[in-house]
């Protein structure tokens, strides 16, 4: 993959802290050198965000994940400045979001940014219809113009014919949908989406989670998107954090995170990963050693569940190709390995 | 949080079989001061000498009498502020008088001419049901029509129609006022702060207390009366406010943020419409309280119904009384269904429809309106139409008196001479170093060092400003009320607690009981029981029984099921249930429920002072009708200090015994 120049990173943050407590904010400007997790501890304060620096890049799917109570919600309220946090920067556009005043900043949610939350967030007292137009309402866009721009959005979400609906009267999936066509509204540049799947049954987690990758298909806007589900990382990420305690623990595709896990932790979560989805023979090949016998050619980022059954039908390995040329041989043995879930070659 | 845990939990002073000794030890020392001679204390300390006193009295009086004589902000003087809010508020009142109860005239005196009549009863009666109507349905209809006929009918038209102008402009006020308290509350923590001790104190100050101050800066007169009413219901909007914003949730509100809202639209677009619910609680409240203290404001010139009670009361013309206070009870419960079912109106219907046909509505109550200027009885309703149960009243309580005086006699004494008085002679017989002594060791053991102090310092206020026997007496009076308030309340509570048919009964019940303005309490017993300690206990009791009924039950129904389905499954009978598991687990809620009865019968307290008791509430009155701010406002805020010590006591019991049961 090659490196994005650093002009396109949509969103950074550097050494972001967020610290719960009664002295969290004199804490870190008293000393020169970031706390232990101990010291933190011995002064009574909670760490829900702890040194944090990421870079998210424009146009992609960027997905905090990590057990409950790890700071992915604080962490993503830090980045759109919901929570205002103890230290750190975060540049939005190369901007200094936390140096931008309020009236600005106001502005900047109003027309750049959107999100959506775990629970929906839907303002009880109003039709789905309003709901939607909520965000350009407050903006002062006309009735006629929000309402047709809301109507836009209903449809794109597949609400159609529920525009005067209240919120109570809709199911989870619904709610959950009229929260993202709301995000949607003002057409933000930056989508937060906090959980947005779990409070929602499986099956229509699932229905959802196809929904979304539809409409970033259209949309193509730079989003970060929270979630303690490792499958749901898989399915939507282009890259993934982990966090644990506050922290980021690995940045990484999905494959590289199995590939190779930073620590223990991660190893925990991709464990039980669908691998032959993830992994692409890339990851699973051995060095071509001079003139084997090839029953076939195989591009180096196609998937293992793509070629599986080919090379099974085969008799003799396939070349993995990169550029026209060979960097590799997959086998019988290593496909094996990633459907039985055995240790992966080193490559 | 913690530190509350740590506090709670930590070892008491005295450990338990000591403890029992100690407050042995104090109620032998009690008896003592009560039977033996030999242990009567010095006179100074059953009632402090005049010379000891702090002149708190006097200084309040030339406090006031500064501000209201001297006081001067540079542009203007007090009392030009306290004219000019006068004037304002002078403005609506007069008109919503005029609309609803005077007409509109010229001219002053005999030599006035009607230009045009108030709101013809008949035009009232159709727009009342419509809105009836509208906002619950045909039984509320039905409901309204029989209110507003009774009015009529019975001749309380124009009385109440002044007391419900009065509410009309205090209403609006209370909401609009306790909202932006709230609000800036909400939104700045130090307002916040500074803000909660004021609501707590208005909370606990008696009702007559509030009328003292405004009495004297504004005068005797519906502005003056005005003006306490909508002081009495704002604290508990502004409470209520302050408690609905914060319960917003904390997503929606950032929702609202990410939007893009400004701190205004904030408040106003998010919360305040997600806050609905409780808010619309909060408003029916006001409107409840507004007439509960319109009532009471009769005393420095409100007029209207509450007038009309007070001077029967006065005369003792029990008929009168009560037809008046029936429409007091009319109006209350019309009042309280209407906003009610609008309040749940608002959380249910989908597009909030308007008032259909109220295009027609306006169109016939206008045209009514014109005609009444040509129709006399349509203008006022004729004398001749009237009915009055007055006699029939009048006949009652002299059948009762005739063939049961001596019934009533017998038990109002018996409870008297074996109840009462003994305990008012205890009380009156311990020396106030002594209950200084013991309020601060009870204090200490429940609530801590903190409280102790406070309440020691309490309990000193009250004796060095000369209230010490007003104030015992008071004690006394609450004492034997809220005893047997509780005696029949907690068991009311137990038995409709796991019965819901009982139930629905019962809190049909207390819901009218606690509508109702607490005047109307008095009238019946009066009725019954002429003046004295008896009736004035009698109708506290009255008042204040409900809430011993409502958290009874609610305790003894929230018992989690499944400790209940345990012990069943262990072989329980119903009987060791509620002995054994539903009653000690709901303890706390029943002192919760004993703590606001304890409220209710001190509010209720000072208004027995009509009937003629001898305690701080009478203080209050005798320096109401004295037009004395010192005098009242030392007995109020005496009053308010038992209170506070009360509350406090029993709040900190109550949360000790839930964390010893576990419940949190
Ligand atoms: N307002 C707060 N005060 C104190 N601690 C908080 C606060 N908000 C969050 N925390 C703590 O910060 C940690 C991270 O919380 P959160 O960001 O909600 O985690 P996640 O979204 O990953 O479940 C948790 O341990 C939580 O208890
Ligand atoms: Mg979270």
Not at chain 1, 83 to 97: K, M, V
Not at chain 2, 116 to 145: K, S, T
Not at chain 2, 340 to 359: F, H, I, M, S, T
């Amino acid at each position: 993959m090659t490196l994005l120049p650093d002009d396109a990173n949509k969103l950074s943050c550097r050494s972001v802290w967020k610290l719960y407590g009664e002295a969290a904010g004199n804490f870190l400007g008293a000393r020169a050198s970031p706390p232990t997790p101990e010291e933190i501890r011995s002064a009574g304060l909670i760490a829900a965000v702890a040194d944090v620096s990421i870079d998210v890049r424009a146009g992609e799917i960027f997905v905090i994940m990590g057990l409950s109570g790890s700071g992915k919600s604080t962490l993503v309220r830090c980045l759109s400045r919901l929570i205002e946090p103890t230290a750190g920067q975060i540049l939005f556009d190369g901007r200094d979001l936390l140096a931008v005043p309020e009236k600005e900043l106001i502005e900047i949610r109003r027309h750049r940014m959107g999100m959506v939350f775990q629970n929906f967030a839907l303002l009880p007292h109003l039709s789905v219809l309003d709901n939607v137009a909520f965000p350009l309402a407050i903006q002062g866009v006309e009735r006629s113009r929000r309402e047709a721009r809301a109507r836009e959005m209903i449809d794109l979400v597949g609400l159609q014919e529920r525009e005067y609906y209240l919120p109570r009267e809709l199911s989870g999936g619904q709610q959950q949908r009229v929260g993202i066509a709301r995000s949607l509204a003002v057409g933000p540049e930056l989508w937060f989406l906090d959980e947005p799947f779990s409070a929602l049954d499986p099956l229509i987690r699932r229905e959802m989670q196809n929904e979304f990758i539809r409409l970033q298909g259209l949309l193509k806007k730079t989003i970060v998107f929270i979630t303690h589900d490792f499958d749901e990382a898989v399915r939507l990420a282009d890259r993934v954090a982990i966090m644990r305690d506050g922290r980021i623990i690995q940045v990484g595709t999905a494959e590289e995170l199995i590939v190779s896990p930073a620590d223990d932790y991660v190893a925990n979560f991709t464990r039980d990963a669908p691998r032959a989805r993830i992994l692409s023979a890339r990851a699973i090949m051995r060095a071509a050693t001079g003139t084997a016998q090839v029953a076939g050619n195989v591009d180096a980022d196609t998937k293992v569940c793509d070629f599986a059954a080919a090379l099974e039908a085969a008799s003799q390995p396939f070349a993995v190709i990169e550029h026209g040329r060979v960097i590799g041989l997959v086998d019988r043995a290593a496909v094996m390995a990633v459907f039985v879930g055995a240790g992966l070659r080193e490559r | 949080m913690q530190t509350t845990a740590h506090r709670i939990a930590a070892p008491t002073r005295f450990s338990p079989p000591w403890r029992r000794a100690f407050w042995f030890g104090v109620l032998i020392i009690a008896f003592a001061f009560a039977f033996l001679q030999t242990a009567k204390p010095p006179d100074w300390m059953l009632d402090l000498p005049r010379e000891h006193w702090l002149p708190l009295q006097a200084g309040i009086s030339a406090a006031m009498k500064w501000l209201v004589e001297t006081a001067n902000f540079g542009l203007f003087t007090f009392s030009e502020a306290t004219r000019f809010v006068a004037y304002l508020l002078d403005q609506p009142l007069a008109l919503a008088t005029a609309v609803f109860a005077h007409g509109f005239t010229q001219g002053h005196g005999s030599a006035a001419i009607e230009l045009m009549p108030p709101l013809p009863w008949l035009a009232a009666l159709l727009a009342a049901c419509a809105i009836a109507l509208h906002a619950g349905g045909v039984r509320l209809a039905v409901l309204a029509a029989g209110a507003m006929g009774y009015l009529i009918v019975f001749g309380q038209w124009q009385s109440a129609m002044q007391t419900f102008a009065s509410i009309v402009i205090a209403v609006p006020f209370g909401v609009v006022g306790g909202l932006l308290l709230g609000i800036a509350g909400h939104r700045s923590a130090r307002f916040h702060k500074a803000l909660m001790p004021i609501l707590d104190a208005m909370q606990t100050v008696p009702i007559f207390a509030y009328l003292l101050p405004i009495l004297f800066l504004f005068g005797f007169g519906p502005v003056a009366a005005l003006l306490a009413t909508i002081m009495y219901a704002l604290p508990p909007m502004a409470r209520v406010t302050l408690l609905a914003l914060s319960a917003v949730p904390t997503e929606l509100v950032e929702a609202g943020r990410m939007a893009g809202c400004t701190p205004r639209q904030l408040i106003a677009r998010v919360m305040i419409p997600a806050a609905r619910a409780p808010l619309m609680t909060g408003v029916n409240q006001v409107i409840m309280l507004s007439l509960n203290m319109v009532i009471i404001a009769s005393m420095i010139g409100a007029g209207g119904l509450g007038y009309d009670v007070l001077a029967s009361l006065r005369q003792l013309d029990i008929g009168g009384g009560l037809e008046a206070g029936t429409a007091i009870v009319v109006l209350a419960i019309t009042l309280d269904r209407v906003s009610q079912a609008y309040a749940k109106r608002a959380l249910e219907v989908r597009r909030r429809g308007a008032l259909r046909y109220r295009w027609v509505l306006l169109g016939i109550v206008v045209a009514l309106w014109l005609a009444a200027l040509k129709i006399e009885p349509l203008r006022h309703y004729p004398e001749s139409w009237t009915l009055s149960t007055g006699v029939f009243w009048d006949d009652l309580v002299e059948w009762l008196n005739v063939n049961y005086f001596d019934s009533f006699e017998a038990v109002k004494t018996a409870i008297l001479l074996k109840f009462m008085i003994p305990v008012k002679r205890f009380l009156l017989a311990q020396p106030w170093p002594f209950v200084l002594f013991c309020v601060m060791a009870a204090a200490l053991s429940i609530a801590g060092l903190r409280r102790a102090v406070i309440a020691g310092i309490f309990v000193l206020t009250i004796v060095f400003t000369g209230l010490w026997q007003p104030a015992i007496v008071s004690v006394y009076l609450t004492g034997v009320s809220v005893l047997l308030a509780v005696a029949m309340g907690v068991p009311i509570g137990i038995a409709s607690g796991t019965r819901p048919r009982l139930w629905k009964f019962v809190e049909v019940m207390i819901d009218t009981l606690q509508t109702l303005p607490s005047f109307v309490y008095l009238i019946p017993v009066v009725m019954l029981f002429r003046v004295g300690d008896f009736t004035a206990m009698f109708a506290i009791i009255l008042y204040a029984l409900a809430p011993a009924i409502r958290y009874t039950a609610l305790g003894i129904r929230e018992v989690d099921p499944g400790v209940i389905e345990a012990a069943t499954a262990m072989g329980a009978t119903r009987m060791q249930i509620m002995l054994r598991i539903r009653l000690p687990l709901a303890l706390p809620s029943i002192l919760l429920g004993i703590n606001q009865t304890i409220m209710l019968a001190l509010s209720m307290l000072v208004i027995t002072a009509l009937v003629g008791t001898r305690d701080l509430g009478q203080e209050v009155y005798i320096a109401l009708v004295k037009a004395d701010v010192g005098r009242g406002l030392t007995a109020g805020i005496g009053v308010a200090m038992i209170a506070m010590i009360a509350d406090r006591l029993m709040m900190a019991s109550a949360v000790r015994m839930k964390r010893r049961l576990g419940l949190g």
